[in-house]
């Protein structure tokens, strides 16, 4: 525990200008993110007697060990990069929302020729339209489901869109009259996206114009004793009513406004959030935090604002945004806002009336996500402390261990050897401490040894090693390591760079790759593998982190040492921790594994040309179709390609000069050799065609792929 005094900056030394500050600890990670209007008052308020100060900031100024500050012009300015610190550095100390789901939408995709109606997840994209969020990608469904009726739009993927321009045949939907088949020709790209813009407009709120219009032109079709178009005109009108009672009008005048309401007790906090468009609910979603810091609920609603609007702009920020507090100061983020959306923004409390009545709506599905979270996170909480110590029980350690890492090493009949490293802490994944190795070893290469097979044990040493080398090497720089010998560094198989400790460092308070030791080691495998982990820390003269192995067969636990396993009942808490802990190291490797298999595959010769990029590269398949027409071009013409300078030039057809061409094509029905044919681009090689990457491997195949 620190003392605040020690690094407690002079006043003088303090501006007195808006800003934002860090504070950091003993490892430099950022701990804390604040901004302020003058930092030389606010930094006052962090270092005056402890015992005056909340037990949540108590505890942070006592973690950290520095601070330091950065001036801005404005307020607002200090709002937008106190939001990008937070989102850069993940500090331990802020209020940070998090989702239980990530939310979909209902995505119009304008920037295509053919726009295409989906559900989209995750980030969004420039050039399409989104509606919602919504609770379920069902509720989705059925909505686009009865607007097809009106506004065929395209729907499907794109490779079922060229398979049917290809073959000359729509699918399903353009038979039943649920899509307008752009693909066969029978509207045009024009009409089409007018399709498109109907919709989206009817989705944005616009809905009276279409629903009268529909009723004159049936009114006219049945005039003109043409009943089956007004029939077919009365459901398509019928089917867009319904679609419109999903969201009932719950404010009046096409209201566009956000409503967040929040909820909080002592430790936690809920965030429910409404989007209203057009008088109608057309989203809602939840959030919930820790109260870390000592937070008001004006500060609540204002870390929310960041969150919610940090990446939008244009209309995706609302006219009006009612909250049940206001941030103080309240100017510089309603200025913010303003900004992100290009207009005023109104933030304020409602006072009375339907917006009134609707926030308590909103209020109480705060209350009631807080009270569910609760329950959910006690049961969990519950259940998880139980694993932890029956495994220290199991295992006989002091302590449970309360940071988890599991190794495994996977490989495909000994090439592309890889490993994983992932990372539990108090029971839950922490994937920002994932980390993956590319075997090295004897030769320096990624296949296993010669002469040794599929040595995963040799692998396991390294792994561990390599790993527990850099922890060493953070532990010397930062002065706790007890002997005080210099730990290597000279780039050999512990895979460090060359140059002193000190280049290990990321002095930007991003959390360092190897610096914080696991009470547990968990390899994936049976006695050789842990013998190998624990030989490994020996040689490094670890004694204080526990190893153990889960072996497949029987789920048995190997611990050094000792000829019979530990086996806990298939009913234990521990044991479902462990195999959830070497299942996901498991997971990590193989994807890695057919990743960088899977590269290989699609490897060429231009891929090996230093300083040529996949822009490049694509302008030179481009312009000269393949790459034997690349290799046999002169450097002039190779000058021609735009981005291609001479000296490039010359070094691309030096490396193609030395690759060795491409074996000939054989035609297999008959033996002939074709030597004309030229050879594919990289993207597209003999390899890919020829050895397809395999989706999906049972686990039993250790012998094939592990």
Not at 472 to 478: P, V
Not at 620 to 630: A, D, E, Q, W
């Amino acid at each position: 525990m620190a003392d605040p005094s020690s690094y407690r900056p002079k006043p003088g030394d303090i501006p007195d200008c808006p800003g934002v500050y860090r504070f950091r600890d003993e490892y430099r990670r950022v701990i804390y993110v604040g901004k302020a209007k003058s930092l030389r008052q606010r930094l006052a308020n962090y270092f005056q007697d402890l015992a005056n100060l909340h037990p949540r900031t108590r505890s942070m100024v006592t973690t950290a060990a520095s601070v330091e500050w950065t001036v801005v012009s404005t307020e607002v300015e200090a709002l937008q990069l106190e939001y990008s610190w937070i989102k850069e550095y993940d500090p331990r100390f802020n209020v940070k929302y998090r989702d239980d789901k990530s939310y979909p939408y209902l995505a119009v995709t304008m920037n295509e020729e053919f726009p295409r109606v989906q559900v989209m997840r995750g980030h969004k994209k420039k050039g399409v339209r989104y509606f919602g969020p919504y609770g379920h990608a069902w509720a989705i469904r059925d909505t686009v489901d009865l607007l097809l009726r009106v506004f065929p739009v395209r729907t499907c993927s794109a490779g079922v869109f060229k398979n049917a321009a290809r073959t000359g045949r729509p699918c399903l939907l353009g038979y039943i009259g649920k899509c307008s088949a752009p693909c066969v020709g029978r509207v045009s790209a024009e009409e089409h996206r007018e399709l498109a813009e109907d919709f989206s407009d009817f989705m944005a709120g616009r809905t009276g114009t279409y629903l009268r219009r529909l009723e004159k032109q049936m009114t006219e079709a049945a005039e003109e004793m043409e009943y089956e178009r007004a029939a077919r005109l009365r459901d398509d009108i019928e089917a867009l009513k319904k679609a419109m009672e999903k969201n009932a009008v719950v404010l009046a005048d096409a209201t566009d406004a956000d409503l967040i309401a929040v909820a909080e007790d002592e430790l936690e906090a809920a965030v429910q959030i409404f989007h209203v468009r057009g008088g109608r609910v057309r989203g809602q979603r939840g959030w919930v935090t820790d109260k870390v810091e000592d937070v008001t609920t004006g500060a609540l609603v204002e870390h929310a604002l960041q969150q919610l609007y940090g990446e939008e702009s244009g209309d995706a920020v609302p006219k009006e945004v009612l909250v049940p507090a206001l941030p103080d100061p309240l100017e510089p983020v309603q200025e913010w806002l303003a900004g992100r959306r290009g207009s005023n923004v109104s933030l304020r409390i409602p006072q009375r009336g339907d917006k009134k009545a609707l926030m308590e709506t909103v209020q109480r599905n705060a209350q009631q996500g807080l009270v569910l979270h609760k329950t959910r996170r006690a049961s969990d909480l519950t259940t998880r402390s139980r694993a932890l110590e029956e495994i220290a029980e199991a295992l006989d350690l002091d302590s449970a261990p309360l940071r988890i890492e599991c190794y495994d090493i996977s490989h495909l009949q000994g090439d592309d050897v890889v490993a994983s490293m992932v990372v539990f802490e108090d029971g839950l994944q922490r994937k920002s401490e994932y980390r993956r190795f590319q075997i090295k070893g004897r030769a320096g290469d990624t296949r296993l040894w010669h002469g040794e097979g599929q040595d995963d044990v040799r692998s396991m040493h390294e792994v561990i090693t390599r790993r527990f080398r850099r922890y060493l090497a953070e532990k010397e720089r930062t002065g706790e390591w007890a002997d005080g010998e210099d730990v290597p560094v000279d780039g050999s198989p512990d895979g460090l760079p060359d140059g002193p400790v000190g280049t290990l460092v990321e002095d930007d308070g991003r959390p360092k790759r190897f610096a914080y030791p696991p009470q547990l080691v968990v390899v994936d495998g049976g006695q050789p593998q842990v013998a190998a982990a624990q030989r490994a820390l020996d040689e490094l003269g670890i004694d204080d982190i526990a190893v153990c192995g889960l072996a497949k067969r029987l789920e048995e636990i190997w611990v050094p040492g000792e000829d019979d396993p530990v086996v806990l009942p298939r009913s234990s808490e521990g044991l479902y921790l462990l195999q959830r802990v070497r299942d996901e190291a498991h997971r990590f490797a193989i994807t890695y594994q057919r990743t960088r298999r899977a590269k290989r595959f699609r490897s060429g010769p231009l891929d090996d040309v230093p300083g040529l990029g996949e822009t490049r590269k694509q302008a030179l398949i481009k312009h000269f179709g393949s790459v034997k027409r690349l290799r046999s071009a002169t450097i002039d013409q190779i000058c021609g390609v735009p981005g291609i300078g001479r000296k490039t030039a010359e070094t691309i057809a030096a490396a193609l000069a030395q690759a060795a061409p491409a074996a000939p094509a054989v035609n297999t029905a008959t033996g002939e050799i074709m030597e004309d044919v030229e050879e594919a681009p990289p993207a597209t090689t003999a390899a890919d065609a020829e050895t397809p990457v395999p989706t999906s491997v049972p686990d039993d195949r250790r012998g094939q792929e592990t």
